[in-house]
């Protein structure tokens, strides 16, 4: 396989005069596109989702003020993906998820893409914690779903996000008794099994996995494939069939800019483009 460093070089040094958001957006743009080289190359089928794709849509590249990127994949490419991204191990990117990363504190989504060179803080971050908290790219599960949103499966649904919550508390707090008596693993094993028992045969539904903390939205799967291209930030990626109907199943009127007060980053807090630079 080529040298992904080679395909992608890592320009963040010829950036310094840009602002610290679009620094950021441009190294999440270099890790997307190895994401779509690799996804390409294997055949893994994916999708922009979310914030990405409504910029794709609307800005022909990033919302102005996005810090981050969003990316979609059936259940069975997800974890195809995994596999072959944990064995290339591209120089600079670390795949995190609870089991590469022990101490990962996020329960929004199941996998982040890490840059090793910067450092990204959110809210709640804090600089000394010892999990990856570089520049980031999440990659959602979607799995095939039930028709009709039922109490059982909110209920479901309600017991993962509360799980995850917990596991959370325990790596803030380890030494609670509360920590002390729920088992990490088994708190997991129960997660996972829930997860696993959200997927139906049903092929004509597609949601997001029970694994991350998105609100559900159903899609029609026929809505969303056959996949087809769309430009983002001049290059070429993937998004469902018919992006108007994703959108607005998620966003109603999608094409209305929010107000000017909201029209901010959601996640940054403070950022180190480039550590090796770091004084």
């Known amino acids: 396989m080529e040298d992904i460093n080679i395909l992608f070089p890592d320009d963040r040094h010829k950036n310094y005069h840009l602002s610290d958001?679009?620094?950021?957006?441009?190294?999440?743009?270099?890790?997307?596109?190895?994401?779509?080289?690799?996804?390409?190359?294997?055949q893994i089928p994916y999708w922009l989702e979310g914030g990405t794709l409504l910029g794709a849509v609307r800005h022909n590249g990033f919302i102005p003020w996005d810090d981050d990127i969003d990316i979609g994949m059936l259940r069975e490419d997800y974890e195809k993906f995994r596999k072959i991204f944990t064995k290339i191990n591209p120089q600079g990117i670390a795949l995190q998820t609870h089991d590469t990363d022990p101490n990962y504190l996020n329960v929004f989504a199941p996998i982040k893409l890490r840059d090793t060179n910067s450092i990204f803080l959110e809210k709640n971050d804090q600089l000394f914690q010892s999990y990856y908290n570089g520049i980031y790219i999440d990659i959602f599960a979607?799995?095939?779903?039930?028709?009709?949103?039922?109490?059982?499966?909110?209920?479901?649904?309600?017991?993962?996000?509360?799980?995850?919550?917990?596991?959370?508390?325990?790596?803030?707090?380890?030494?609670?008794?509360?920590?002390?008596?729920?088992?990490?693993?088994?708190?997991?094993?129960?997660?996972?099994?829930?997860?696993?028992?959200?997927?139906?045969?049903?092929?004509?539904?597609?949601?997001?996995?029970?694994?991350?903390?998105?609100?559900?939205?159903?899609?029609?799967?026929?809505?969303?494939?056959?996949?087809?291209?769309?430009?983002?930030?001049?290059?070429?990626?993937?998004?469902?069939?018919?992006?108007?109907?994703?959108?607005?199943?998620?966003?109603?009127?999608?094409?209305?800019?929010?107000?000017?007060?909201?029209?901010?980053p959601g996640h940054l807090n403070s950022v180190v483009v480039n550590k090796k630079t770091r004084n």
């Not at 958001?21 to 294997?42: A, E, G, N, P, T």
């Not at 009709?148 to 919550?165: P, S, V």
């Not at 990626?237 to 901010?264: A, C, R």
Request: proline content about 5%; overall charge positive.
């Open 21 to 42: 958001l679009r620094q950021v957006q441009l190294i999440m743009l270099r890790m997307l596109r190895i994401v779509d080289y690799i996804c390409k190359k294997h």
């Open 142 to 264: 979607f799995d095939y779903n039930f028709p009709n949103d039922t109490f059982k499966q909110r209920l479901k649904w309600k017991a993962c996000k509360r799980i995850r919550k917990i596991l959370k508390y325990k790596l803030q707090h380890p030494k609670k008794i509360i920590s002390c008596l729920l088992p990490h693993k088994t708190l997991w094993s129960l997660h996972n099994r829930l997860v696993d028992k959200s997927i139906t045969t049903n092929k004509s539904i597609i949601d997001y996995g029970y694994d991350s903390a998105i609100d559900h939205k159903r899609f029609k799967k026929d809505e969303f494939f056959p996949l087809r291209e769309i430009l983002f930030e001049g290059y070429s990626f993937f998004s469902p069939k018919n992006t108007d109907y994703y959108l607005t199943v998620k966003y109603g009127d999608y094409m209305t800019l929010p107000p000017i007060e909201e029209q901010k």
